[in-house]
């Protein structure tokens, strides 16, 4: 069965940090592109960022570039996004989605909050 | 960033009748990547439809997609009631791969 199981989330204060992780299992999740996508309370989903089968490749939304970074360890079937500097407007659940654009397969989520 | 505007922003309508929901492109999606997801209370969304018209495995075939450039259709030709939530339109031609606001689609 394929399934992606994300950790990592919880509350921060605007300005810190958070390194949130994805466990695949049930794939070869070194063939396939990965994405996180976010989706902010009663709204709708925001792709992220995304990152080839390889890691050779990687895009982010304008909103996060130079603060987000989407990383992959094959090795371990995991894929990463380190967050820093963090605004209220950061505050979603964010999931990891197999593909890099279409996302077939989500994982449940984890709730990212950023107060102070 | 291509923006995505659904409409209409709510749909009421009973079991049984066919729901047309659009989804309109501000520059035209290339290659038709345009794809549906379906998100109940929740739950994690879902995929429908992707390559514009192509189901993903295991959608019913009551559900259809349509449309090309910058207008785009998906079609629920028989609700079924667990067919009412919120459908998202998703272009992927070009980055950021933006959504759609999202079309509530109730009971009446």
């Known amino acids: 069965e394929v399934q992606l199981v994300e950790s990592g989330g919880g509350l921060v204060q605007p300005g810190g940090s958070l390194r949130l992780s994805c466990a695949a299992s049930g794939f070869n999740f070194n063939d396939y592109w990965m994405s996180w996508v976010r989706q902010a309370p009663g709204k709708g989903p925001e792709w992220v960022a995304n990152?080839?089968?390889?890691?050779?490749?990687?895009d982010y939304v304008d909103s996060v570039k130079g603060r987000f970074t989407i990383s992959r360890e094959n090795g371990k079937n995991s894929l990463y996004l380190e967050m820093n500097s963090l605004t209220v407007e950061d505050t979603a659940v964010y999931y990891c989605?197999?593909?890099?654009?279409?996302?077939?397969?989500w994982g449940q989520g984890t709730l990212v909050t950023v107060s102070s | 960033e291509i923006v995505l505007t659904q409409s209409p922003d709510t749909l009421s309508l009973s079991p049984g009748e066919r729901a047309t929901l659009s989804c309109r492109a501000s520059?035209?999606?290339?290659?038709?990547?345009l794809a549906w997801y379906q998100q109940k209370p929740g739950q994690v969304p879902r995929l429908l439809i992707y390559g514009a018209s192509s189901r993903d495995a295991g959608i019913p075939d009551r559900f259809s997609g349509g449309g090309s450039g910058t207008d785009f259709t998906l079609t629920i030709s028989r609700l079924d009631p667990e067919d009412f939530a919120v459908y998202y339109c998703q272009q992927y031609g070009r980055s950021p791969h933006t959504f759609g606001q999202g079309t509530k689609l109730e009971i009446k």
């Open positions: 520059q035209s999606v290339s290659s038709n990547y």
């Open positions: 990152i080839k089968g390889d890691g050779s490749e990687k």
């Open positions: 989605a197999r593909g890099g654009a279409v996302a077939g397969v």
